[in-house]
């Protein structure tokens, strides 16, 4: 087996000196004694998934709660967000081993993929390169929610996957810092990827902080027969290897009492320079060495901001107001005319046909595109209990509204498809009713959408 991976890592924290004496051993205590045992599992666990506050044990649904201790083994085993669902979430599809993931459906549906309650999907052009381009040094938990749902957005048809992302719990300033390499043994000097991730962090008052650089960078890719693998094994998605990826993010916070002020921001960069084309016509597909790639890189260059504000006692229960914008763009790579690959742009007029040499390839030097999409979005939620039902009965309501452009080019600036804009705005409700411990009632949530597009 040529496919094992070689990860090295090496991690570091630094903080103040008062902080290092906190966890200095102390010895044990009668108190202590009385502990449950360090083996012990917690069910209960509080989850906040875009639009309620509760614990899993009193929520319908099937909840799954990928935690902290689950990440950092996938970060130390060099996996990224796409690997770490794939091997943990029962129905979701295998990895395709790309920064793509065309193949990857949740039960054979499609999937909302939130960051902080912050939808990353593109309704109007959807996209695939979105779950292996989050960062998972920066999130604290994941949790996944089976089933198809309107409460959160569009696009939950199969479920729904929200990344909670870290916030800074140090009452000292502290720096992490991770670097590891990662290696096929079929030929380690060639396909050593480096990777690595700083992390600042702290409170200080009200504020506290927390802000995360991260990189890696691709190189050769070997399967199981020590073969090297395609660059582009999935026709027009890119990402197999020799990709170049970083992200800067960052969160301040403020709270006072019962309130609490959030803003983040988050800068995804990626960028492939294939070698050579694909041969998709082998069996497996496999880099074409007698024909170089000559098309522009794969480039991911997307940046999203995100505002939050909530009050745990507000007049009609819990109120989170939640604002965000999205500037997304996708540059896919370079495909060639091919009997897998008739749809094409030629260079020339096709009402005026013109005949090529033989030997010539027909396809256009622009024949590929770049994806666009600014979306921005208002949140309202607010989460009432309604006792006087059911001790324990809450509702939860409000509105959405967001605002898509999206528009998609060819290299020489000419639309492959026709610009589009969206405005939705959508009420919703959802009740839930407490009968025993065990057996609860929930309406599905009631949501009817205004949508005005152009």
């Not at 875009?50 to 899993?56: A, E, H, K, L, M």
């Not at 070698?275 to 997307?302: C, Q, R």
């Not at 770049?370 to 607010?382: F, M, P």
Request: hydrophobic share 35%; aromatic share 8%; with cysteine.
């Amino acid at each position: 087996m040529h496919k094992l991976a070689v990860v090295s890592l090496l991690s570091s924290s630094i903080l103040a000196g008062p902080a290092l004496a906190q966890n200095a051993q102390k010895p044990a205590t009668a108190q202590d004694a009385q502990k449950p045992a360090s083996n012990t599992t917690m069910l209960d666990k509080i989850i906040i998934t875009g639009r309620d506050d509760r614990s899993i044990s009193s929520v319908a649904q099937s909840v799954q709660v990928i935690d902290q201790n689950a990440i950092g083994t996938a970060v130390g085993q060099g996996e990224n967000a796409s690997d770490l669902i794939a091997r943990l979430v029962p129905g979701y599809a295998p990895r395709n081993e790309t920064i793509s993931g065309a193949s990857e459906t949740f039960r054979g549906r499609s999937v909302l993929i939130m960051v902080d309650g912050v939808p990353r999907n593109t309704p109007l052009r959807d996209v695939s390169r979105i779950l292996a381009t989050i960062d998972l040094d920066t999130v604290e938990r994941v949790e996944i929610i089976n089933g198809a749902s309107s409460l959160y957005g569009a696009g939950a048809t199969g479920g729904t996957i929200n990344f909670i992302t870290k916030r800074g719990t140090s009452d000292t300033p502290k720096v992490t810092v991770r670097t590891g390499v990662t290696a096929f043994t079929e030929n380690l000097g060639k396909s050593a990827a480096p990777s690595g991730n700083v992390q600042v962090e702290g409170r200080s008052g009200d504020f506290d902080y927390f802000a995360s650089a991260s990189g890696n960078f691709s190189r050769r890719t070997y399967d199981g027969h020590g073969n090297e693998m395609a660059s582009d094994a999935m026709l027009g998605q890119g990402g197999g290897d020799r990709t170049g990826w970083g992200d800067l993010s960052g969160v301040v916070g403020y709270e006072n009492g019962s309130k609490r002020i959030e803003l983040s921001a988050d800068w995804t960069y990626a960028r492939q320079k294939a070698d050579w084309f694909t041969d998709y016509l082998s069996n497996p597909v496999k880099p074409n060495f007698s024909d170089a790639y000559t098309g522009e890189p794969l480039i991911e260059d997307s940046k999203y901001l995100a505002a939050k504000f909530t009050d745990s006692d507000f007049l009609f229960g819990k109120l989170e107001v939640k604002a965000f914008y999205n500037d997304i763009f996708k540059q896919s790579p370079f495909t060639k005319f091919s009997r897998v690959n008739s749809q094409v742009y030629l260079p020339t007029n096709p009402a005026r046909p013109t005949l090529l040499p033989i030997n010539r390839d027909p396809t256009a030097s622009f024949n590929q595109t770049a994806l666009a999409v600014q979306r921005s979005g208002l949140n309202v939620t607010v989460n009432t209990p309604v006792d006087f039902i059911t001790q324990g009965s809450t509702l939860t309501w409000g509105f959405d509204f967001t605002h898509d452009q999206t528009g998609q080019t060819l290299l020489n600036g000419q639309d492959a498809i026709a610009p589009s804009t969206q405005n939705s705005v959508a009420a919703f409700a959802q009740a839930e009713v407490p009968v025993t411990d065990r057996f609860r009632l929930r309406r599905r949530p009631f949501r009817p959408v205004l949508s005005r597009c152009r």
